[in-house]
Antibody, heavy 124, light 109 residues
Framework: EVQLLESGGGLVQPGGSLRLSCAASGFTFSSYAISWVRQAPGKGLEWVSAISATGGTTYYADSVKGRFTISRDNSKNTLYLQMNSLRAEDTAVYYCAKPLPVMANFYYYGLDVWGQGTTVTVSS | QSALTQPRSVSGSPGQSVTISCTGSSSDVGGYNYVSWYQQHPGKAPKLMIY???KRPSGVPDRFSGSKSGNTASLTISGLQAEDEADYYC?????????FGGGTKLTVL
């Protein structure tokens, strides 16, 4: 079964850091670009970042550029999101998601598999 | 980087059809045929319903259809069923990022 499983969320103070992980199984992880998408409480979806299949190209939303870093370890089938200088407005459920197989290395293609999400709360 | 514009809510009775619009610009919806739609039930992860403007992934009922005209994409749900009640989000490639719409709450009366 194709699965994505996020972890690493929690409560952190403003200005703090957190690293999220997304463990993949059931598909050839190293062939797929992967995105992070977040959802603040009671709000809509917001694309955060994406990384190419090899990890050589990364993309960020303006709202997180310079504070968040996306990376991946294809030997461990795991995606990461290092979040620094966290703000209250970063409070959200963070999902990782993969595109359809037909366009596996295009992060913007239809995101057909999502994880269950991990919750990040930034508060003092 | 701007979000796409969707109506906050739409409603319809069982068996009826509803259409949800998604308005962007020539830099996103109007510039690329990479519009997708997602359904989200409360407390659940989003589910892909439409990609490439009008294609349905396997397993999605053909009651769901997508289209695009200029800078506006649309999702039409025909033969409404109670289980269609959910939030719906559009999404479009925009060159170097992936804006979503603000979401539309569909109520089945």
């Amino acid at each position: 079964e194709v699965q994505l499983l996020e972890s690493g969320g929690g409560l952190v103070q403003p200005g703090g850091s957190l690293r999220l992980s997304c463990a993949a199984s059931g598909f050839t992880f190293s062939s797929y670009a992967i995105s992070w998408v977040r959802q603040a409480p009671g709000k809509g979806l917001e694309w955060v970042s994406a990384i190419s299949a090899t990890g050589g190209t990364t993309y960020y939303a303006d709202s997180v550029k310079g504070r968040f870093t996306i990376s991946r370890d294809n030997s461990k089938n795991t995606l990461y999101l290092q979040m620094n200088s966290l703000r209250a407005e970063d409070t959200a459920v963070y999902y990782c998601a993969k595109p359809l197989p037909v366009m596996a290395n295009f992060y913007y293609y239809g995101l057909d598999v999502w994880g269950q999400g991990t919750t990040v709360t930034v508060s003092s | 980087q701007s979000a796409l514009t969707q109506p906050r809510s739409v409603s319809g009775s069982p068996g009826q059809s509803v259409t949800i619009s998604c308005t962007g610009s020539s830099s996103d919806v109007g510039g690329y045929n990479y519009v997708s739609w997602y359904q989200q039930h409360p407390g659940k992860a989003p589910k892909l319903m439409i990609y490439d403007v009008s294609k349905r992934p396997s397993g999605v009922p053909d009651r769901f259809s997508g289209s695009k005209s200029g800078n506006t994409a649309s999702l039409t749900i025909s033969g409404l069923q109670a289980e269609d009640e959910a939030d719906y989000y559009c999404c479009s490639y925009a060159g170097s990022y992936l804006p979503f719409g603000g979401g539309t709450k569909l109520t089945v009366l």
